[in-house]
């Protein structure tokens, strides 16, 4: 559904008031019309600041999602030493015990108002968004041809592509730590393997998409630290005062 609803078929098309069918018409054109209309008029043609706006005015308007995402994802985090007790005390395979580990799982969940698929929702709501405002940064012709710092919009840039594997690192890290998540190995090796992905694919693609990522990167992160320590005292108070 993703897949489609990103049109991912016509990538390469630039993106006009002719463009045709609901994607283009409601999704990717007022996004690419929004970048072109600060970066001329507010901006004097900079592209580079009409992103950088853009971007964050995109990440205002999901924040309550991802902030659900997060207190979703934090109060997952903190069970998991239970989680854990429990799973080693259901350890058997057999249908009985299998049935009591459901149980005493979901009554866990019960316990502490956790529900394990609320971190998923609020990812499948904002990808339409997301990926939109990727296709009007690639299909927007203007964007290609203006620079911004020390690159060029429509071509890769190495410097900018480390900064974008960085930022996404300490993002992770930052997700990550004063968590049981630190201890978890697929954690961890989501905690090398992503930034180095995202890098990789900044390093070939336009900086204009590395720049949206960058600046992403350092709201998630400015986001997390702000919502994280309020978010974690309400769930030790609403839970006894402990992590556990």
Known sequence: MT???SGCFNIDEPITPESEGIWNSFFVYPLSFLITYIAEDIFTHNFGMAIVIVTILLRTLILPLNIKQL??????QMIQPELQEIREKYSSKDAETQQKLQQE???????HGVNPLAGCLPIFAQMPILIAFYHAISRTEEISDYGFLWFQLGDPSPILAIITSAT??????????????GDNPQMKVMLYVLPVMIGVFAFFFPSALALYWVVGNFFMIAQTLLIRKP???????NNGGSKK
């Open 71 to 76: 207190k979703s994802t934090q109060a997952m």
């Open 231 to 237: 978010m974690m005292r309400e769930f030790e108070k």
């Open 105 to 111: 799982t979901m009554s866990l969940f019960q316990r």
């Open 3 to 5: 897949a489609v609803l």
């Open 168 to 181: 996404t690192f300490a993002q992770q890290k930052i997700m990550m730590s004063g968590s049981s998540a």
